[in-house]
T-cell receptor, first 110, second 109 residues
């Protein structure tokens, strides 16, 4: 039990649609990061939020956006979905150096 | 960005056997964690180990930061150890990890 929960666990969307994924972090964890994991690959860093401000971004286009809320929850939004966006999306939260991951949301774009 | 290589990519063990998984990284790091990903996708923290040696039951890990590698040892393997093991490194202070491609471990009874 990592104390990080994600919803939904599975999702199917159509190409061109928009999707919102949610993450609830441990209380007090002021840093949240999002990762995309394609099948057979390691997770890739999308972006990070610290105290509700974006604090770093990986090599992902602007249609990937996020929010962090004062209650330690966060969202990942993806617009104009493409087939290659099909992946496991992982959220990680941390207070210090060690990060803890949620169970992920598996997104399928058809 | 930093390159992270894990070896071997696949490993099949008989229950009770020991194994060593390796993680090489191309630059100095501030943070290194080992994770076990279960079949449902959950990444389980095994070790936070930017340097030194730690042990937790049948698992232990060693990171030699100056030589840019880390090792994960699994002793007396069990079928529940099956899954993918990831090494993740971070150069700053913000948990922006670079992951390796993982070692897929299968333990057979």
């Amino acid at each position: 039990e990592t104390g990080v929960t994600q919803s939904p666990t599975h999702l199917i969307k159509t190409r061109g649609q928009q999707v919102t994924l949610r993450c609830s972090s441990q209380s007090g964890h002021n840093t949240v990061s999002w990762y995309q994991q394609a099948l057979g690959q390691g997770p890739q860093f999308i972006f990070q939020y610290y105290r509700e401000e974006e604090n770093g971004r990986g090599n992902f286009p602007p249609r990937f956006s996020g929010l962090q809320f004062p209650n330690y929850s966060s969202e990942l939004n993806v617009n104009a979905l493409e087939l290659d966006d099909s992946a496991l999306y992982l959220c990680a939260s941390s207070l210090g150096a060690e990060a803890f991951f949620g169970q992920g949301t598996r997104l399928t774009v058809v | 960005g930093i390159q992270v290589e894990q070896s071997p990519p696949d490993l099949i063990l008989q229950e009770g056997a020991n194994s060593t998984l390796r993680c090489n990284f191309s630059d100095s790091v501030n943070n290194l964690q080992w994770f076990h990903q279960n079949p449902w996708g959950q990444l389980i923290n095994l070790f936070y180990i930017p340097s030194g040696t730690k042990q937790n039951g049948r698992l232990s890990a060693t990171t030699v930061a100056t030589e840019r590698y880390s090792l994960l040892y699994i002793s007396s393997s069990q079928t529940t150890d099956s899954g993918v093991y990831f090494c993740a490194v971070e150069q700053g202070t913000g948990n922006q990890f670079y992951f390796g491609t993982g070692t897929s471990l299968t333990v057979i009874p």
